[in-house]
């Protein structure tokens, strides 16, 4: 027995002509190439400079104090419902 695999024939596509533009000039390398250096001169334009000093912990101090009502009124709600379903079953 021969258990020789059959080798898939390759496609064969025919240039007929109908191009919407000429993709003579474009290589795969130049234009990721050209789109990365796009890319790294809009991150460096758009970065903004890093805020030090005790800044941040007061922006993260003060979104935390806006969202500790809220969150105690979810926990008290979801703590009620326990709560009444314990006392019903």
């Known amino acids: 027995m021969s258990d020789k ?4 024939q390759k496609t064969v596509y025919i240039d007929d002509g109908r ?8 290589s795969r ?6 789109m990365r250096k796009r ?4 991150a460096e334009s758009q970065r903004e400079p890093r ?3 005790a800044t941040p912990f007061r922006t993260y101090m003060n979104a935390v104090r ?4 809220p969150m105690l009124v979810t926990l008290g709600i979801i703590a009620a419902a326990f709560l009444l379903i314990y006392l019903m079953l």
């Open 19 to 26: 191009t919407l533009a000429d993709m003579s000039g474009v």
């Open 51 to 53: 805020i030090k000093g």
């Open 5 to 8: 695999k059959k080798k898939k």
């Open 66 to 69: 806006l969202m500790i009502v």
């Open 39 to 42: 890319q790294s001169e809009k």
């Open 29 to 34: 390398t130049t234009f990721f190439g050209e």
